[in-house]
Antibody, heavy 117, light 109 residues
């Protein structure tokens, strides 16, 4: 059974760094693109970036380029989303998602991130 | 990369049909047959209901159907049921990445 299990809720202060994770299981991790999606409170879904673990090809949506870093550790089938300096506007639910050409077939359960002083 | 345009809300009575549009450009919706649709209930992760414009994943009821004409894709829910009340998002491949629609709230009256 394919599963994407994300790390737990985070409460951070503005200016702090943060790294959240998404562990894949039940499939060949390096053969599928993984993406990160932001959903701000009461708002829609936004693609942040996608990565192909097999060769580390990484692509960012223009709105998120330079603001976040997407990476993987293929030895433990885990994808990461990290910030070097959080802002209050980063408060949101973050989903990881397994991609196929036609879209997303599996989603993580979501990681809520709250940034508040 | 701008979000694809969807109506903010649509509604219908049980048993009726509703159609949600998703308008993009020739660089996304119009350029590829890789449009997908997602259903999201409050507090839950999205769920795939249509992919490759008109294909249904296993387990999705056949009352969900998709189509595309030019730069606009559409999701139709026929025989609307109470459990179909949710937010729906379209998504299109855009060459090097993907773009979501603005989202549509479906209300079952």
């Amino acid at each position: 059974e394919v599963q994407l299990v994300q790390s737990g809720a985070e409460l951070s202060k503005p200016g702090e760094s943060l790294k959240i994770s998404c562990k894949g299981s039940g499939y060949n991790f390096i053969r599928h693109w993984i993406g990160w999606v932001r959903q701000m409170p009461g708002k829609g879904l936004e693609w942040m970036g996608i990565i192909y673990p097999g060769n580390s090809d990484t692509r960012y949506s223009p709105s998120f380029q330079g603001r976040v870093t997407v990476s993987t550790d293929n030895s433990i089938n885990t994808a990461y989303l990290q910030w070097s300096s959080l802002e209050a506007s980063d408060t949101a639910m973050y989903y990881c998602a397994r991609l196929f050409t036609g879209g997303v077939d599996y989603w993580g359960q979501g990681t809520p991130v709250t940034v508040s002083s | 990369q701008s979000a694809l345009t969807q109506p903010r809300s649509v509604s219908g009575s049980p048993g009726q049909s509703v159609t949600i549009s998703c308008t993009g450009t020739s660089s996304d919706v119009g350029g590829y047959n890789y449009v997908s649709w997602y259903q999201q209930h409050p507090g839950k992760a999205p769920k795939l209901v249509i992919y490759d414009v008109s294909k249904r994943p296993s387990g999705v009821p056949d009352r969900f159907s998709g189509s595309k004409s030019g730069n606009t894709a559409s999701l139709t829910i026929s025989g609307l049921q109470a459990e179909d009340e949710a937010d729906y998002y379209c998504c299109s491949f855009a060459g090097r990445h993907y773009v979501f629609g603005t989202g549509t709230e479906v209300t079952v009256l």
